[in-house]
């Protein structure tokens, strides 16, 4: 017998039920593999991204035990809000390509945990005015991460203040 995995390139596997419930592309995280995986990526991308594929799989068992039990302790709950959030960030809108570096810090958001307690009808909303308050007030956020290609420390900083900055003003709307 052979590893199978070692001889493909890779395999996605699409999922009907993510589709229709929104989530495209319907890709399920769990038995996908890549031999590419993060080689295809930017190191930015790899720094805020690294662990998403694990704590998405991670989300989707969560997911389906919690429909079992209704004691969930405060670590399973919050595994279960940022899941939720994480893939209501991942939605992508029909011919709106995002760049690569709002993809990042769409993903620094979500993954640092800044929306855990923003209502999750509100996460797709709330996009766009990421996107303006960036533009507005942090631009060179945005070019430094289209030129360096990865997160400094110094970039760091900068996201968690800007971040922190936008959710306080959000949350005040």
Known sequence: PTNVISITD???FLESDL?????????????SVS??????????MKQVAGSLRLDLAQYRAL????????????TTQQQLRRGERLVELLKQPQYEPLSVEKQVVLIFLGSEG???????DKVSTMQDDYFSFIESNYPEILTDLAE???ISDEIRSGLEKM???????FEAK
Do not use: H, T, W
């Open 10 to 12: 890779g395999q996605i």
């Open 19 to 31: 589709f229709f419930s929104g989530v495209r592309p319907a890709i399920n995280v769990g038995i």
């Open 35 to 44: 031999r590419v995986g993060g080689n295809a990526q930017v190191k930015a």
């Open 63 to 74: 997911e389906a035990f919690a429909k079992f039990g209704s004691d969930l302790d405060k």
């Open 114 to 120: 800044y929306l855990d307690e923003l209502p999750i």
């Open 148 to 150: 360096k290609k990865a």
């Open 163 to 169: 971040c922190s900055e936008f959710v306080k003003m």
